[in-house]
T-cell receptor
Framework: DAGVIQSPRHEVTEMGQEVTLRCKPISGHNSLFWYRQTMMRGLELLIYFNNNVPIDDSGMPEDRFSAKMPNASFSTLKIQPSEPRDSAVYFC??????????????FGPGTRLTVL | DAKTTQPPSMDCAEGRAANLPCNHSTISGNEYVYWYRQIHSQGPQYIIHGLKNNETNEMASLIITEDRKSSTLILPHATLRDTAVYYCIVRATRGFQKLVFGTGTRLLVSP
């Protein structure tokens, strides 16, 4: 299996521009997570989906951020408009949620976003 | 908020065992202990998890105290590639429980 795939790996944009990050989860997984990592705040969960439905978006910083999962094999995280403080590494992770055993999250390589 | 406490950094000589401690004194009966690590510029990588029994896999061993208030991750023969930040996380087993990453332990394996 190719693992979680994220694109692009690096993105440099100017303040005010729209940014779209993409994620393809591991085939067969039913949960998908978006994380953001910065030096100041560490690794924090933004949103997660189960069976393509957003379950918890309490970590989304503000209305400029939105995430979608139109099908089981694709998700996007959009920032519009982008700001310099959005500069971070964004990780996507997927898992096979089940009961009663816990699920293990597998992370992608991340997208390094720089907003100038 | 993270429910665990870990030392900020540790050193280990290559080939020796690395023992990474974690305190989770407020752990609940339905919470597992998870360990992940993050090698520089990569995404976090799952290592191992356990509830109350000791666990071992091809990567590491997890020792959980009888009262479950602390645990130790053991890398039996550390290599330079094990240099990373190691995160200890407690997470409930039921429902959609998210991983909350703390600051972790930065392990440096030296020749």
């Amino acid at each position: 299996d190719a693992g979680v795939i994220q694109s692009p790996r690096h993105e440099v944009t100017e303040m005010g521009q729209e940014v779209t990050l993409r994620c393809k989860p591991i085939s067969g997984h039913n949960s998908l997570f978006w994380y953001r990592q910065t030096m100041m705040r560490g690794l924090e969960l933004l949103i997660y989906f189960n069976n393509n439905v957003p379950i918890d978006d309490s970590g989304m910083p503000e209305d400029r951020f939105s995430a979608k999962m139109p099908n089981a094999s694709f998700s996007t995280l959009k920032i519009q408009p982008s700001e310099p403080r959005d500069s971070a590494v964004y990780f996507c992770a997927s898992s096979m949620a089940g009961f009663p055993r816990t699920d293990t999250q597998y992370f992608g390589p991340g997208t390094r976003l720089t907003v100038l | 908020d993270a429910k665990t406490t870990q030392p900020p950094s540790m050193d280990c000589a290559e080939g020796r065992a690395a023992n990474l401690p974690c305190n989770h004194s407020t752990i609940s009966g339905n919470e597992y202990v998870y360990w992940y690590r993050q090698i520089h510029s990569q995404g976090p990588q799952y290592i191992i998890h356990g509830l109350k029994n000791n666990e071992t896999n091809e990567m590491a061993s997890l020792i959980i105290t009888e009262d479950r208030k602390s645990s130790t991750l053991i890398l039996p023969h550390a290599t330079l590639r094990d240099t990373a930040v190691y995160y200890c996380i407690v997470r409930a087993t039921r429902g959609f429980q998210k991983l909350v990453f703390g600051t972790g332990t930065r392990l440096l394996v030296s020749p």
